[in-house]
């Protein structure tokens, strides 16, 4: 599926920015660290900054079963001339391995090495010196981590977000009558799949301790799933009744369809980072 996030709100757009804006600011604090040790020149520090080159997070990952490496974003950004573009991220390996989280990530991996090397032929003071760095730089490896799995977290959310609002609308915009018992009915399970979808999501709590356990996940998604084929039936009903004609019906299929791939994107990503 392709999620444009130009077709966002600006709510929904508001919160992605705002990750970017902690995700740059983050990566700038680690590549001055960097910089600053002689790991990498001041000119890597500030290609980081460049917003064409970001892979929007690092969302798209290089390996594994996520349901979430089969999502395109398509999004605007803006080159060094100041000339804007929209740029859609595919899975693929190169890109995913081009993306500023994993560059950076790479170059404290290096940094960790080369402690590791330095350590073998050093006693003492300088030993214990050698092995804070080791540490911190390891610290530094776990936040890139964090960083791109919140905000794959971040984008699934979002985007599910996105499709409970389209839906709605969607519906509330076909129907000739908004107080039918059924309309009704599904309204307030759309606002359940919404709460689902909000569930467990590190990005909303301080720091990087999980509060939640893979059992936890799997209950979230046996709920989604009841209440998702419950919404479905009731759209059905709709139609049925003839409160809903089927060229309607087959646009909001389709974007239920989207919010299921997007929720299960997000538990994916859920189950990954509980590894």
Known sequence: MKL???????????ILRAQRTSVINTLDEIAAYLVENGDAEPEWRTMLNKEYMINYYDVIPDKGR?????????????????????????????KANEALIRVVYLKLEERKVRLMHMAQDTTGDHLELINAHITHTESLMKKCVNLKLSSQLLIA???????????????????????HEHY?????YMYELKRLIQLHSPVMEPGYD???????????????????????SLLFSFSQEGLLDSNKEQLIIKSFNHL????????????????
């Open 66 to 94: 996520l349901r979430a490496h089969e999502i395109d974003l398509e999004l605007p950004v803006t080159h060094e001339n100041g000339y804007i573009a929209i740029k859609i991220f595919k899975k693929d390996v190169q």
């Open 260 to 275: 299921q791939h997007l929720f299960f994107a997000k538990c994916d990503v859920n189950f990954m980072a509980l590894m």
């Open 157 to 179: 959310e979002v985007g599910g977000l996105h499709f409970v609002e389209q839906i709605l609308n969607q519906v509330k915009d076909s129907l000739n009558s908004l107080t």
């Open 184 to 188: 009704i009915q599904f309204k307030e």
């Open 210 to 232: 999980l509060f939640y356990s893979r059992r936890d996940i799997i209950d979230q998604r046996q709920r989604f799933n009841k209440i998702f084929n419950i919404c479905k």
């Open 4 to 14: 444009k996030l130009t077709t966002f709100s600006e709510e929904h757009k508001n």
